[in-house]
């Protein structure tokens, strides 16, 4: 008799555990599939990151810059992650980050590197009125 119940409850604890692990599973499965989508502005300055990046490697490389990218000048109508968020101030400021931007490409060799900050500072200026997060990112675009 207590072997049957010692089997009994070895069996019942393998069994027991096995459904716990198949629930974790399943859990960690569903959490896995939801994916964030990022909004049409935030994949904008996403690429407008990586675009200076390249273009701070130019700039520092002496060589030359391209054409400005016109696709920047979707940000006057790119969708925000919040719409509440497109506020008088991020229009100003996005009119004067696409001005500074602009400016780099037109700008003489002996004054590039003081218009590339002054446009990197118009999109910090920017992110300290609303979605702060990206302002240590986009401070690592200055040139000392």
Do not use: W
Request: charge should be positive; hydrophobic fraction near 40%.
């Amino acid at each position: 008799m207590k072997k049957v119940l010692l089997l009994l409850g070895i069996c019942l604890s393998i069994l027991s555990c096995n459904s716990i692990e198949k629930k974790s599973l399943k859990n960690t499965k569903e959490s896995a599939l939801v994916m964030y989508k990022f909004s049409e502005m935030a994949l904008l300055m996403e690429d407008m990151y990586l675009a200076n990046e390249n273009l701070k490697e130019k700039i520092l490389k002496q060589e030359d810059l391209g054409r400005f990218p016109e696709k920047f000048i979707n940000i006057h109508t790119a969708l925000l992650t919040d719409e509440n968020d497109r506020t008088a101030s991020f229009e100003v400021f996005s009119k004067a980050l696409i001005a500074n931007q602009k400016a780099i490409y037109s700008t003489s060799i002996d004054s590039v590197k003081t218009q590339f900050n002054t446009m990197v500072n118009t999109c910090v200026a920017c992110h300290e009125t609303t979605c702060s997060g990206p302002i240590p990112r986009i401070k690592k675009l200055l040139i000392q």
